[in-house]
């Protein structure tokens, strides 16, 4: 082979092999920084993350399949289990009993009392918010109420939502609660095991639902006046949301959302647009088959930051305590199958980079930043509450 030929090939065989790595990349997930793990952190453990040094230390102990959690004005720390219990931790230890009035709910799969918020407003109107798979015609569905804490029960319950239609399996409900402090609240639902409807506006499935706080729909809602579409939907093309926060200083709601096997996703909601599954997905199915085979498509918008494999995402905050100068504006997002607390650090609302934070500490439900500026992180398997105290 002469020199000119021997060029040519090596060009040619240059561009394919920079062609192949970028089509890989739209198929792999972003790069991370290599992470500083901690195996097997545990109760009192002291931690040196990569940029803040912490304790990890119980607050309670004894909970059963915990879910969500709210911090009320006197100190005591509401837990909700799926069971549909609603647990008091007062002074660092789990009160006996639970807290009584509240629905039954349909305890079916993954289905049970969720979530819990406090309104923005609580110290004035009292309203304490909480989702639930309510039992009805047709099986259960996500639904949303409110109530006011008198003494040790709810009174005053009134349901604000309910996801429709009911059906009767057990999986992907959603559910999480989150406030704009503008009088608007945001819940999330799954697509219930329905792919395919997700793509329709005229049920609940795999959407997130913003209402007015009363329950009634903003007359602003991007499909108001839409034929046929539920007017409570604010974005949709979701499989099974199951953390939601809200972070008023950069007025920007995040979504942390569970692919099938592979593809979870962080996704930064905007109303009226498309979140892609099933059309789009860096997932596949549980048995190795495909979903659709694509992971872009015109309308349907790209997760922030996506896991492959999966790491089962529950809970999300975004860190605006002073008590973690080096975590502001960084997502905290729990993991359950990866056991472990996920730090997302974004560059104008870009991945940037991600550390593993307490590596096998359980199953991370929930994790929210308490009043008292400190980050709490809920685990079920064991059923643990724990505070992050920097160092």
């Known amino acids: 082979m002469n020199v000119t030929n021997r060029t040519v090939l090596i060009l040619f065989l240059a561009g394919a092999v920079l062609a192949g790595c970028r089509d890989r990349d739209k198929e792999t997930p972003p790069p991370v920084t290599p992470p500083v793990t901690y195996d097997g952190a545990r109760p009192g453990t002291m931690v040196q993350s990569d940029k803040q040094k912490f304790s990890v230390d119980t607050v309670a102990a004894g909970l059963t399949s915990p879910w ?4 009320l004005p006197d100190g005591r720390i509401l837990v909700t289990e799926k069971a549909g219990q609603l647990r008091v931790v007062r002074n660092g230890r789990l009160q006996p009993g639970s807290i009584a009035g509240v629905p039954a709910v349909y305890t079916n799969g993954q289905g049970g009392l969720l979530d819990i918020a406090l309104h923005p407003d ?4 009292g309203w304490l918010y909480f989702t639930y798979a309510a039992p009805g015609p047709g099986g259960g569905g996500t639904t949303l109420a409110r109530a006011k804490l008198q003494g040790d029960a709810l009174a005053d319950v009134q349901t604000l ?3 429709q239609p009911f059906l009767p399996t057990g999986v992907h409900f959603g ?4 406030f704009d402090g503008q009088g608007h609240v945001f819940v999330s639902t799954g697509d219930r095991g329905t792919p395919a409807q997700v793509q329709q506006l005229t049920n609940h499935w795999g959407k997130i639902m913003r209402l007015r706080d009363d329950g009634q729909v903003p007359a602003d809602n991007p499909f108001v006046g839409t034929a046929g579409a539920r007017p409570e939907i604010w974005s949709y093309g979701h499989r099974n949301v199951q953390g939601l926060y809200y972070d008023g200083a950069a007025r920007r709601l995040w979504a942390h959302e569970h692919g099938p096997r592979g593809g979870d996703e962080l996704n930064r909601v905007e109303g009226g647009k498309n979140y892609g599954w099933p059309l789009i997905t860096y997932g596949i199915n549980y048995d190795g088959t495909p979903v659709s085979g694509a992971t872009q498509g015109p309308g349907l918008e790209q997760p922030v930051r996506y896991w492959v494999p999966s790491i089962a995402p529950s809970g999300l905050t975004v860190v605006s305590s002073p008590q973690y100068p080096n975590w502001q504006g960084n997502v905290l997002a729990g993991a359950l199958a990866g ?3 996920a730090r997302v650090e974004l560059t ?10 307490l590596d096998k500490i359980g ?7 308490g009043p ?3 980050v709490y992180v809920l685990t079920e398997g064991p059923g643990l509450l724990f505070k992050l105290t920097p160092r």
């Open 68 to 71: 969500g959690m709210a911090f």
């Open 122 to 125: 609580y110290a004035r109107n």
């Open 161 to 163: 939502f309910q996801a």
């Open 175 to 178: 559910s999480r609660i989150a």
């Open 339 to 341: 056991t472990h607390l």
């Open 348 to 357: 104008d609302g870009q991945y940037a980079r991600e550390e593993k934070l």
């Open 363 to 369: 199953r991370v439900r929930a994790v929210a930043q």
């Open 372 to 374: 008292d500026g400190y």
